[in-house]
């Protein structure tokens, strides 16, 4: 299978790379799947949302036997999802239920020995939320294990584990339940007095309202948060061990800073673990944070190289003794990973905000850095030890995953599991023979695969979505790349239409993704689905501001927003205009967040498109800044806050060119989204009907920035139909119901 070679030359020209690959999977159009899509089935419909599995977190058992992972469902009745534990034999078979279809689990993780099988879930009586399976013994009933970790890493005797964890006894936290006493303790916790406010209730009985004196009141996902009621205080990150024999945990650092990533080496001898470069105190890296926001944003400043965190080895014979540095590498370094030897150590580092993280090996013990990924133009994610020394690695390579194998001494790459999909959950077992992940295409909903270290008998061992796939025809779609302005090369994809008939044409939605530096790419979605199972063509990119290209790419909008990205979006535009099966005179566009952002401006600069769809939307920089829960995401982009360079907040805010607009547009937001709050849809609502646009605005109730991805299904799906009416009324001249609008309606 590996006999022939082949050389393949990565998308786009920033920092090209070579890299030697298998022909046989770099060439795969899809993943190794015998269940194909029916090409006679009928179309998806919002409604078989509620259909869908979605499987992930995959565990595979050390011995590589079985593969635990969680499986989420929808109870449409309950406007619910619901997750439970399921384990499936890694030889093949029928994958079996381990958790009560009564509760939720998730994430599912095994003990060092494979006896016990862990989860998280929140159960009446329970004291945290892991609970654990027997796996050596007959089914039971979950339980709470005392006196046993069951997190953290151990050495290859197994006779203990080591974590990092802050200790509960340290601190307790400000913000929460009021002190015995407290003349306030029985008001809502946002509506107590924070530390340092000058005002007070008059009655506390009597004021039920929100009492704010610090930035952070509020979190997307979370919502209110109360500000502290005392001084800042801080749970330090300390090192621990227990053993698994029933004996207590042991403390073994007590220090003002905190252990970030700690893994103990596989002799037991070492820890290594991710600390401030100084060991400064958690308090006083607090502290220069806090006094940097406060000033004036400076560029040089921003972007300088830092050495803001390095590795620590501690010897476990000496806990007491002071840590020892490695090396002093330039960047943050991060997620260690010992090598089967105890003599080196592979880590990940980036010299800069704006730089590639970049994987890495140094000698444990006289500090020698050997950098794996330099010049390579993409950036490593999930990555472990192989037995004879390599490394395996995933990495997002534009719209696919893929996972490589490295020669730690050369850096040589090769690409072992691959094809046109996206990949995630890397699991592999004790001896690396075996990995187990989750894979998803175009037109395949999630399941659980595995396959051989070098990517060797790859097999899927779930079929969740498989009685859907028999009846639903997924839209599949063609890939393409273009150049664009200097010279960049951006890749597009255009999804067929269901029914599609040669010579026929049909309308195009646009899709803009969110971010900026998300991605779309070579996964099933559903709100594509749903666009395609209308009839009409779908068409999305990664414009430059991307993630999935490299640093460079991904950061080269800076301050540019809706300049060189707008022409990377419309040259897509006119490529797929051009087809003779494409209706160029019935195209939406339609995105949300950043994707909303640019839907907006799109509107305010080409008449090009019939319909236009906003979601999560900012349409006023200067109100999103004062409103937002991420104030730093401009701060950083456009170089500053606004007072600092309101020239460029002002310039790139689509409300100043608003009465350009003349695209019906619906908007589409939720009453609780602290990211894209409220304010910025309201204002283009309003300007929009005041000029009489046609305009729609629908809010979304207990919903917050990712109702589209995690929102409450009823909701979820009522937003997956708005949009498909929407568009199919404007594009395609049909009412909600699906009959033929007339001339004299809107």
Known sequence: MFGMMQIRRYLLPAVACTVVVPMALSTAPRALDAQQTSATGRAFTP????????????AISPDGRRVAFTVTTVKERENKRHSEVWV????????????????????????????????????????????????????????????????????RNGAFAVWSEADSDSAARSDSTAREGDLFARMQATARPPFSSVTQPVEPARFDGRHVVDIGYKRNGIGFVANPREARTYRVAQLWRQG?????????????????????????????????????????????????AMLPYDRAREEEQRNESDLFVLDLANPTAAPRRIAEVPGTENSPVWSPDSRRIAFTHNRSRTSNNT??????????????????????????????????MAATVGGSTAMFTIDARSGQMQEVIAGRRRLSGFSFDDARRRVAYVSTSLDQPTELYIADIDGRNER??????????????????????????????????????????????????????????????ENWFDEFQNIAGAGMWVLFTNPRGSSGY???????????????????????????????????????????????????WITT???????????????????????????????????????????????????????????????VQSEEDHRTPMTDAEQWFTALRKRDVPVEFVRYPRSNHDLSRTGEPWLLVDRLGRLRQWFGYWLKDEMPDGKPRVATER
């Open 47 to 58: 409604n078989d949302w509620y259909k869908l599995s979605t499987v992930g977190s995959p």
């Open 88 to 155: 499936v034999p890694a030889a093949g078979g029928d994958p079996v239920r381990y958790t009560s279809p009564s509760t939720e689990s998730s994430d599912p993780s095994w003990s060092a020995d494979g006896k016990y099988l862990f989860f998280r879930s929140q159960r009446a009586a329970g004291r945290g939320n892991t609970w654990a399976l027997r796996m050596d013994a007959p089914s039971g009933e979950a339980f709470q294990l005392e006196n046993y970790p069951t997190s953290g890493t151990t050495p």
């Open 244 to 292: 698994f024999d029933g004996s207590a945990k042991q403390r073994l650092t007590n220090a003002p800073y905190s252990h970030r990533s700690a893994v103990v080496s596989p002799d037991g001898r070492r820890v290594v673990f991710v600390a401030d470069a100084q060991l400064r105190a958690d308090s006083v890296v607090q502290a220069e944070r806090d006094s940097l």
């Open 359 to 392: 994987l890495a090996i140094i000698d444990a013990t006289s500090g020698a850095v050997t950098t794996l990924t330099g010049d390579w133009q993409y950036e490593p994610q999930d990555y472990t030890w192989m037995n004879d020394g390599r490394l395996a």
């Open 460 to 521: 899927k061992l779930t079929a969740f979505n498989d009685s859907l796939n028999k009846v639903i025809a997924w839209a599949d779609a063609e890939r393409f790349v273009y150049p664009s302005v200097g010279g960049l090369e951006i890749e597009g994809w255009l999804m067929k239409p269901h029914g599609y008939e040669p010579g026929k044409k049909y309308p195009l939605v646009f899709y803009i993704h969110g971010g900026p530096h998300s991605a779309y790419g």
């Open 550 to 600: 490299g640093a460079d790419f991904t950061y080269s909008t800076r301050g540019r927003w809706g300049m060189e990205d707008y022409e990377d979006l419309m040259k897509a535009v006119d490529i797929a205009a051009a087809r003779p099966d494409v209706d160029s005179t019935r195209m939406g566009v339609t995105g949300g967040s950043y994707g909303g952002f640019m839907t907006a």
């Open 605 to 667: 600069k080409t008449d090009r498109f019939k319909a236009a769809q906003a979601d999560r939307m900012i349409s006023n920089w200067w109100s999103w800044y004062g409103s937002s829960d991420a104030q730093g995401l401009t701060e950083f982009e456009f170089y500053g806050k606004p007072w600092e360079n309101p020239a460029l907040y002002d310039t790139l805010a689509p409300i100043r060119y608003v009465d350009r607009v003349k695209t019906p547009t619906l908007i």
